[in-house]
């Protein structure tokens, strides 16, 4: 399909680990990327990982790469309230005047205690 | 650390108006971007600009258009604002380049959320 895809919501208790997935559309990106909104802000990087790689591991993060499959996952351990948040994946397309990024829809994320 | 920042955080408007969001950044970024984001469509480019007085239409333009005068500033114009223009708008800069790595990261502004009645 056309559209970069990601569930809308996802709700976890604090201190289990939560599973954000995508399914992105040019098996030719070079980067993908997640970003997080948090109320009233802006988007923020969070990670990336490079198109070469399985995974990526950065503190409670952990980024999966299926690239046969086009399927991206952020995974967060030990989730706390402060992570909840809209998650956005991102893929890189390149155009004429540089490159410029699709996004997914976007996943809710709550946490409960 | 790098700045992008909008005039307003909030803005109502009427039928038909004219209207002009801006966004400045002080990084001396080539790209800018400008975006809608609305529940369950994500963002959504509409212009993006990576050279003074260049424009580039994203995915959906139509309705809008932009203005890119000086590299620091990125202006977004409703030329006849309609209510399904009701939504939160995102600025976003970067630099310029082909590799698509984490040193072109886009930098997003706080968002103008947009009534139009």
């Known amino acids: 399909g056309e559209d970069v895809e990601q569930s809308l919501f996802l709700s976890v208790r604090e201190g289990d680990s939560s599973v954000i997935n995508c399914t992105y559309t040019d098996s030719s990106s070079t980067y993908l990327y997640w970003y997080k909104q948090e109320p009233g802000a802006g988007l923020q990087l969070l990670t990336y990982i490079f198109s070469n790689m399985d995974m990526k591991q950065d503190q409670r993060l952990t980024v999966l790469l299926n690239k046969k499959d086009k399927h991206l996952s952020l995974r967060i351990a030990d989730t706390q309230t402060g992570d909840s948040a809209i998650y956005f994946c991102a893929e890189v397309l390149f155009t004429g005047g540089g490159n410029k990024l699709t996004f997914g829809t976007g996943t809710q994320l709550k946490v409960e205690l | 650390d790098v700045k992008v920042t909008q005039s307003s955080r909030y803005l109502v408007k009427r039928t038909g108006e004219k209207v002009f969001l801006e966004c400045v950044q002080d990084m001396d970024h080539e790209n800018m971007f400008w975006y809608r984001q609305d529940p369950g469509l994500g963002l959504r480019l509409i212009y993006f600009?990576?050279?003074?007085?260049?424009?580039e239409k994203g995915d959906i333009p139509e309705g809008y258009s932009v203005s890119r005068e000086k590299k620091e500033r990125f202006s977004l114009i409703l030329e006849s604002a309609s209510t399904n223009q009701t939504s939160m708008y995102l600025c976003?800069?970067?630099?310029?380049?082909?590799?698509?790595?984490?040193?072109?990261?886009?930098?997003f502004g706080p968002g103008t959320r947009l009534l139009v009645l």
């Open positions: 600009s990576y050279d003074v007085k260049m424009k």
């Open positions: 976003a800069s970067s630099l310029w380049g082909l590799a698509g790595g984490p040193r072109e990261t886009q930098y």
